[in-house]
C-alpha cells in the first residue's frame, strides 16, 4: 500500500541533544499528524497540522506543515530517555475522496543516558 | 468512552478458523478506521466507516475480510479462514469526522498458527 517517506529511518543519540524528523510525500496532502508508538501500544497522537506554513508546538515537541503541502517536520528538543519508541507521520491526500490516513514508514528513536 | 478499546489484545488462530476483533470508539465519533501494522511496517488503511456506511474498503486484502459497524459506534473486523499472512496487529482509530484527529486503540495482535 502507499505509504510516505520517512527520514531518517533510525537515529541514536545521546539524551539532551535536539531531534529532527521529516516526511516526505509525492503527493499534495490536506492534514499532517504526527503519532508516537511505544512496543506493545498504539499510536499516541502527538501534533496535528491543516494549513500549510503551520507551524505548532506541544511542550518540547514542534511540527511543522510544509509551505508546498508535500512534506512535514517533526522537532523534539532537550530528549530524554522516554521519548524512545517509533515516530510516524499521517496525513491524507487531497486526491483520497475520503479521510483515509496514509502513513509514514516511522522513524526509530534510542535515546542514550 | 475515554478512549478506543480494543478487544482482545492478542488472538492465536490456526490456520483455517474465523477470528472476529472488536472495536469500541470514543463515544460521538463518526468516523472509524481498521488499519494492519506488520511488524516494523507503519500502519496500513484496510477500511473506513463514516457512521453505519462504509465509505472505503479499497484496503481490504482479500474477500476473506469483512467489516461491519451497523449501528454506527461499535465496528467489528472479521477474517475468514485465516492464513499466516494475516498474522499482524490490527488497529482501530476514529475521529469526529473529517479532516480531524484520529485517535487509536492498543490493537490486536493476530497470530496464526
Known amino acids: 500500500g502507499q505509504q510516505l517517506n520517512q527520514s531518517p529511518q533510525s537515529m541514536f543519540i545521546q539524551e539532551g541533544e535536539d531531534v529532527s524528523m521529516n516526511c516526505t510525500s509525492s503527493?499534495?496532502?490536506?492534514?499532517w499528524l504526527w503519532y508516537k508508538q511505544d512496543p506493545g501500544e498504539g499510536p499516541v497522537l502527538l501534533i496535528a497540522l491543516y494549513k500549510a506554513g503551520e507551524l505548532t508546538s506541544n511542550g518540547r515537541l514542534t511540527a511543522q506543515f510544509g509551505i508546498t503541502r508535500k512534506d512535514s517536520f517533526l522537532n523534539i528538543s532537550a530528549s530524554i530517555p522516554s521519548d524512545v519508541g517509533i515516530y510516524f507521520c499521517a496525513g491524507f491526500p487531497t486526491t483520497s475522496g475520503t479521510y483515509k490516513y496514509i502513513f509514514g514508514t516511522g522513524t526509530r528513536l534510542k535515546v542514550l543516558a | 468512552g475515554a478512549g478506543v478499546s480494543q478487544s482482545p489484545r492478542y488472538k492465536v488462530a490456526k490456520r483455517g478458523q474465523d477470528v472476529a476483533l472488536r472495536c469500541d470508539p470514543i463515544s460521538g465519533h463518526v468516523s472509524l478506521f481498521w488499519y494492519q501494522q506488520a511488524l516494523g511496517q507503519g500502519p496500513e488503511f484496510l477500511t473506513y466507516f463514516q457512521n453505519e456506511a462504509q465509505l472505503d474498503k479499497s484496503g481490504l486484502p482479500s474477500d476473506r475480510f469483512f467489516a461491519e459497524r451497523p449501528e454506527g459506534s461499535v465496528s467489528t473486523l472479521k477474517i475468514q479462514r485465516t492464513q499466516q499472512e494475516d498474522s499482524a496487529v490490527y488497529l482501530c482509530?476514529?475521529?469526529?469526522?473529517?479532516?480531524?484527529?484520529?485517535?487509536f486503540g492498543q490493537g490486536t495482535r493476530l497470530t496464526v498458527v
Open positions: 482509530a476514529s475521529s469526529l469526522g473529517g479532516p480531524s484527529e484520529a485517535f
Open positions: 503527493s499534495i496532502f490536506n492534514t
